[in-house]
């Protein structure tokens, strides 16, 4: 590669690095996924609420399984983007799982029926809980914009400690 060639792949690194640096240190988020509507979204302060934007770094199996479908980024430890969710329920909401999809306080919530495959024809597995209600410090989080959304429907509750922040649309 010619000395000129480098620098111009440096300038245009550092003019896309610069702004998505200051984005994220001013508390803004870009989205470009189909769980939610894309856009700009702004930290907001205060406890997780329905209607908020969880955004979170999954554990146990469901990072594993969500690695997949997660860019490679500095978010999480596992070297993956957060996940940007939908809060759809919180503590003392009732909460149900099924096969059609998850109902909330008896209300059915459009596009969250679990699937048996993801669009590269991998297996999932819906979380398996019936009907529960929502212990204290825990949210859950769903996309009714978007079926194949990877969220609570297969992962169930998460806890709200595990919540890197939670945003609004800008």
Do not use: Q
């Amino acid at each position: 590669m010619t000395g000129r060639r480098f620098r111009i792949i440096a300038a245009v690194s550092a003019a896309l690095a610069v702004p998505s640096i200051a984005f994220h240190l001013l508390g803004v988020r870009i989205n470009v996924t189909p769980s939610i509507p894309l856009g700009l979204y702004v930290r907001t302060s205060g406890a997780p609420d329905v209607g908020l934007i969880a955004e979170f770094c999954p554990t146990g199996m469901s990072a594993h399984e969500s690695a997949r479908y997660r860019g490679f980024g500095l978010g999480c430890s596992d070297w993956a983007i957060p996940l940007l969710k939908p809060v759809v329920a919180k503590e003392g909401d009732e909460v149900e799982f099924g096969p059609g999809g998850i109902a909330v306080n008896g209300l059915a919530l459009p596009n969250t029926a679990p699937r048996d495959y993801d669009g590269s024809g991998r297996p999932l597995r819906g979380w398996t809980a019936d009907r529960a209600r929502v212990e204290a410090g825990y949210v859950v989080v769903a996309s009714t914009y978007h079926p194949g959304s990877y969220d609570s429907r297969y992962f169930g509750p998460i806890p709200s400690s595990r919540l890197r922040s939670c945003l609004r649309p800008l």
